[in-house]
């Protein structure tokens, strides 16, 4: 064989292996490497987000906006926790119907959970671990 032939058939397997590498992504490797995540919605007391990964060098911003059955804002009293590596480490109460923070916070997995006892409220926002917040 020739060996641009060779040279084009090697590309071609490299390129295939580097597409499959890319698209096969297992649920904790895409985990780990999540920089933002939204509130979930659904029907329940509680609305979470997945967890995402706090690295040493970005800070963990929250936005949480709580909407009433007319998509006015809410200003009911809500509560959320913020869970780092599975185990509660903060847990606020707001009644503005909008809250953002800057959470100065030690590296590890985040994640996030909004509470309504009610189940009339809709809420949007979420986490997000970058220089800026992503949920405005």
Do not use: E, W
Request: glycine share 6%; charged share 15%; hydrophobic share 35%.
């Amino acid at each position: 064989m020739k060996k641009p032939f060779k040279l084009l058939i090697a590309a071609v397997f490299l390129i295939c292996g580097a597409a499959g590498l890319m698209f096969t992504q297992s649920q904790p490797t895409a985990a780990s490497s999540r920089k933002t995540s939204a509130l979930q919605q659904t029907s329940q007391a509680s609305i979470s987000t997945r967890r995402v990964i706090l690295t040493p060098a970005h800070q963990l911003h929250l936005v949480i906006t709580a909407y009433d059955q007319n998509q006015a804002i809410s200003h009911h009293t809500y509560t959320y926790r913020l869970y780092r590596n599975g185990k509660s480490v903060d847990t606020v109460s707001f009644s503005s119907g909008h809250t953002t923070r800057a959470v100065k916070a030690k590296p590890g997995y985040y994640s996030l959970r909004v509470y309504d006892g009610q189940q009339r409220v809709n809420f949007s926002g979420g986490l997000s671990t970058s220089d800026q917040p992503h949920f405005v």
